[in-house]
């Protein structure tokens, strides 16, 4: 759980998030057991108000550029301003990966 810990406390730095959910699937995926390389993030930040969905999902990867050229193959994500979370507080499944899936095997 190294990556998810560093995922995590680096966004709560940079983002100062009122709610931060950091979800290791990597167990949905076809990948050795124990890797930490499929994430969801689920993370609500006042930083986020007045940005469009892109606007705040570059700015979680720039946070996490370096963990996105090296140990993260992919990171499903959701960003809530406040406001936003206050209204609607609903967390959507994370799509199946392209890749293959153990459970189909």
Not at 25 to 32: D, I, R, T
Request: charged share 20%.
């Amino acid at each position: 759980m190294i990556i998810q810990k560093i995922i995590t406390e680096k966004l709560q730095q940079s983002l100062s998030p009122e709610y931060i959910q950091v979800i290791n699937e990597s167990h949905q995926h076809n990948v050795p057991d124990g890797s930490e390389s499929h994430f969801k993030l689920v993370i609500v930040s006042k930083d986020f108000e007045g940005l469009r969905l892109i606007q705040r999902q570059r700015r979680v990867y720039q946070i996490l550029e370096e963990e996105m050229s090296s140990s993260v193959h992919a990171l499903t994500m959701q960003t809530f301003s406040a406001d936003e979370w206050q209204a609607n507080q609903t967390v959507v499944a994370s799509p199946q990966c392209m890749g293959g899936n153990k459970n189909h095997q």
